[in-house]
């Protein structure tokens, strides 16, 4: 689909602009795959004026009807869609807001490889004047004006996010060089220097850190309505995972199966037999099973903010952070598969602060490290599917 805007005032090169954009920006990663985020496409001269207000435009003429709308202004709306969040767990909130804060950058990436650059970006509780679908909490407001040369070209940007993806298989055996880690933490944290990276590489953290795995990710399975919930991301099929375009098919979580063992996984991980398992010590096998993953992997990465208490509009900044990170790592060779479940209850939260001597809030933790394997890409929704012109 091509985004047109009204017939007021439509400027084409915009339009084919953000469409390819979009496109890019659609492979950016979420929790559960769950494509958590709205874009809105300001177009009205109502809504563009407003938006013009709310950047700080003509300031000097508050009231609106006098407020001017440079021709060659657009703006673009960021929100949460709350129909598609997880929320099982209030650690979900954070990962929403990391999730929309990931597609947020590689949108804008996106929209510089072709010309347009962002030139103010407003965080206001006013954004909602814009008139927004009832599900949608905006978060971000940007306006956007042609630029000079891009930075990078659209096909660079588009292949490495293409190229860009969660890997759950074992890792070679090969660790990852100390200059590596340092140009993956100096480049990546250009946009805000707030965020502590670290890197678990020696022997004795990662065995540390392998042993808390082991002790605590059954937690997952254990956990009846977080269960439940990332089971409703588990497609039956690869088909079914193509036609809804997002969550996750069990070649995606487990790699290539055979169908044997495909019907075995899913009658292990539907909830009912979670339930009936429980008790057995089940989930404290999975955990051993991800704990052994960990164990090959040569680093682990710690992302955190120095304050517990972090608003939306950190956490946003956050995953815009991380979209520089997990690129340049795609650049670098390297792959990540987060293991969130650590930092997604209160007290192992604490606990892994305790053990590796962090403060604040660790928002992000995945194993780093050289895939030994091809990943299927997973699925997406339509890249327009989320977009909606105001
Ligand atoms: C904030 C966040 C948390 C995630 N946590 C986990 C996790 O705990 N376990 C996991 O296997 N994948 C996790 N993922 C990876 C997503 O499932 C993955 O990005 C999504 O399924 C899309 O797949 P892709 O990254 O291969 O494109 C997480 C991703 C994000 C952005």
Known sequence: MTVRRSVQREDLSFSTALTAAMATAARAPSSHNSQPWGLAYVVSDLARRRAAA???????????????????????????????????LPAHHAEMQLSCGLYWRLLQRALAAEGW?????????????????????????????????????????????????????????????????????????QTSQRIDIRFLTSEDDRSRFVRFVARHAGRDFAHPAAWRETHSFIRRSETEARERGDGFSLEHLFGPLSATAMLLRRIALAPITMRLLRPTGFPRILAAQLAALVRQSPAVLLLSLPEAAVGDDELVAAGQLLTDFWLLATDMGLVLHPISVVIQHDDLHARLCAEFGLAGLVFFVARLGYSAHHCPPSPRRSPAASLRTL
């Open 54 to 88: 709310l950047c700080g435009d003509n300031l000097s003429q508050p009231d609106l009807p006098g407020v001017r709308v440079d021709i060659d202004a657009e703006f673009l709306l960021l929100a949460a869609d709350r129909a598609r969040e997880l929320a099982a």
């Open 117 to 189: 650059i962002v030139r103010t970006e407003v965080v206001s509780a006013d954004l909602g004047v814009l008139g927004l679908p009832a599900d949608w909490r905006p978060l971000r407001l940007a306006r956007l004006e042609r630029a000079g040369t891009p930075t990078e070209t659209r096909t660079q940007l588009r292949d490495l996010a293409a190229a860009r993806h969660t890997d759950r298989g074992p890792y070679l055996d090969k660790p990852i060089p100390v200059g590596v880690a340092d140009t993956l933490a100096r480049r990546s944290s």
